[in-house]
C-alpha cells in the first residue's frame, strides 16, 4: 500500500488516479504517525517551496519522513516532492528536509520560466538504476515538466537521469531507498505510466 | 529544450463538447469524456477544459465531469471556467486537474491569482486572457464569455497578471476564434514578447500551416485548437508530422 503524503498543495487527484490505474492500493494522509509506519511513501509535487515546508512542519510531517526514510522506508517525490528532500531551496528562501545533500536553483538561462511542457530526458550512462528504472522506455523520451527551479545534488552520483533547459540538471534521482523525479510522470503520457510501473518493480 | 505544444480545447457547457463561431453559435460537438481520452491516447501534450458558461451563468464548474475526464487522461490537463475564489480553485485540483485558468475572476480581483499562486505555486495559474482589437495595435481584454470590454490593455494586463503569480497564459483571439483563418499572429507575438511565461494562442487555427507560422512568426510556445480536431479535419498526428518536417520541435507519439 502506498502513502500520499497530503500536505495541502500538490495534484494529489492526479496522482490518486494514476496509482488507481497501476493497479496500486493507496490512502491519502497528513498524519505523521501514519506516515511513519507506512511501506512506501510518496510525495507528490505542483505547488511552492515555501508553503509546501510550513504546511509539512505545521503538521509534524518533516519530522515523520525523515524517520521513515532513516527507517529504510521507500520514498518516492515527484516535482516539487524531490526539490523539499534536499537542503535548501531559492524558492521563498526555504530550508527544506535536507534528505538529500544539495540545493534548488532558480531557472537562469531561459527567459520563459516556468519550465512547462515535454522536454528530454536523458538516463545517465552505466548507471545501474537508470537501466531499470527506463527499461522498454524509448531512449530520450519527452516527459511533462512544470518547474521554475530545479535540484543541484552535492554527488553527481544520485542523477539518475539529467535534462537540459538552459541549463543541464538533474532530472531523476534515485539513491537507496529514494526515487524521485523533477518532472510529472503521472502525467507523462504512456512513457510516464513505464516508468512507474518501473519504479514498483523496483519496490514491490 | 520543451517541445511545442499541441493542445485540443474542449469548450464545455451542460456537460458537453461545443464549439462557436466568435463565441456564440455553439454546435454538439460531443461527450467531454471520451474526446479527452481519444486526444490523449493520440498525441495530444496536453487539454484544455473551459466551462465557457459557468461566468454567464453564475454557477460553479461541473465538478464531476472534470474529475471523470481527469480519471481517463494520462496528459496534463487544465480547467477554467467561472472561477472566483481560492475554494473553487482548490476543488479543482482535487478533482484531478493540474492547472485551472482564471478569466473573469481575476480581472474582477487580481489578488485571486496572487492567492492562489502562493497556495498552489504559480506554475498552476494560468490566465485565460481573451483578447480583442479595439484599434490598430491595441488589443483589450475581455470577461465574462467575450461579452464584455473589461478596458484593460491585453498586453498591459497580461504583463500585471504574470507579475502577480500567473505562470502561463491562454491568450484567445475573438476575432479569430471560430473564422479558420489563421491564429492572431500580431496580437500573440506582442503579448509573447512581453512576458516571460509561456503563451498558448488560441483562436483561428483552420490548418496545418497555422501552427507552423504561430510558433516561428506568433512566437507561441504552444497552439490550441478545438473544431479543426473535434470534426476530425486535422488529426494531431498529421499535424506533428508536419511540424517535424518543418523542423519545428515536438513531442514524438508512441
Known sequence: MITIIDYGVGNIGSVANTLTRLGQTYQMSSDPTIIRSADILLLPGVGAAGVGMKNLRDRGLDTAIRIAIQNGKRFIGFCLGMQLLFEYSEEDDTVCLGILKGSVKKFRIVRKIPQIGWNQVVPVEKNRKAKSLFAGIPKDSAFYFVNSYYPIPTYTSVAVATTEYGERFASVVAIKNIIATQFHPEKSGEVGFRLLQNIMKEYI | ?254
Open chain 2, 1 to 254: 529544450m520543451t517541445t511545442k505544444r499541441i493542445i485540443p480545447c474542449l469548450d464545455m457547457t451542460q456537460g458537453k463538447v461545443v464549439k462557436g463561431i466568435q463565441f456564440v453559435n455553439f454546435r454538439d460537438a460531443g461527450d467531454p469524456v471520451v474526446l479527452a481520452k481519444k486526444y490523449s491516447e493520440t498525441g495530444a501534450d496536453e487539454l484544455v477544459f473551459l466551462d465557457i458558461s459557468a461566468t454567464v451563468e453564475n454557477r460553479p464548474i461541473l465538478l464531476d465531469v472534470v474529475e471523470r475526464t481527469a480519471k481517463n487522461v494520462t496528459i496534463p490537463f487544465s480547467v477554467g471556467g467561472g472561477i472566483r475564489t481560492m475554494e473553487d480553485m482548490r476543488q479543482i485540483l482535487l478533482a484531478g486537474a493540474d492547472k485551472v485558468s482564471v478569466n473573469t475572476g481575476a480581472v474582477n480581483k487580481p489578488t485571486l491569482i496572487t492567492e492562489c499562486a502562493n497556495a498552489f505555486g504559480n506554475q498552476c495559474v494560468v490566465l485565460s486572457l481573451d483578447a480583442k482589437q479595439v484599434s490598430p495595435g491595441r488589443w483589450n481584454a475581455f470577461i465574462n464569455g467575450g461579452n464584455k470590454d473589461s478596458g484593460l490593455s491585453a498586453v498591459e494586463w497580461a504583463k500585471k497578471a504574470t507579475r502577480i503569480g500567473a505562470g502561463e497564459i491562454l491568450l484567445t483571439s475573438i476575432d479569430q476564434d471560430g473564422t479558420k483563418n489563421g491564429f492572431n499572429i500580431e496580437l500573440t507575438k506582442a503579448v509573447s514578447r512581453s512576458v516571460s511565461v509561456p503563451v498558448i494562442a488560441s483562436g483561428g487555427a483552420g490548418k496545418k500551416e497555422d501552427f507552423l507560422d504561430i510558433f516561428t512568426q506568433g512566437e507561441a510556445d504552444a497552439a490550441l485548437a478545438a473544431s479543426l480536431f473535434h470534426f476530425g479535419e486535422l488529426t494531431i498526428k498529421e499535424l506533428k508530422e508536419y511540424l517535424k518536417q518543418k523542423n519545428i520541435l515536438i513531442r514524438e507519439v508512441l
